[in-house]
């Protein structure tokens, strides 16, 4: 890779949505979790939330529970002052 080539590189919350929809892949569950405390403050539910539906409306796209219970906590969580749309 040379410097005027460039590469792309998600946003904290498609990479949590990422995490949440396998989180093998991300050190497993608890990981997740943790990574989703520290970064409450800076996660933008709105954008979130667009790429959970684009998640949801692919065709072959499997629903995880992990998504669903963070769907859950979003909901609940949406009057919560540390979280920020």
Partial sequence: MTKE???TISDKEHTLLDALHQPQYAGGSPEVA???W???TDIKVARLLDYM???FERPC???SNSCWNFTEWLHRSS???YVQS
């Fill in 34 to 36: 943790k990574a989703l």
């Fill in 38 to 40: 520290i970064s409450r």
């Fill in 53 to 55: 539906r684009a998640l």
């Fill in 79 to 81: 009057s919560n002052r």
């Fill in 61 to 63: 796209a499997a629903a």
């Fill in 5 to 7: 080539q460039s590469i």
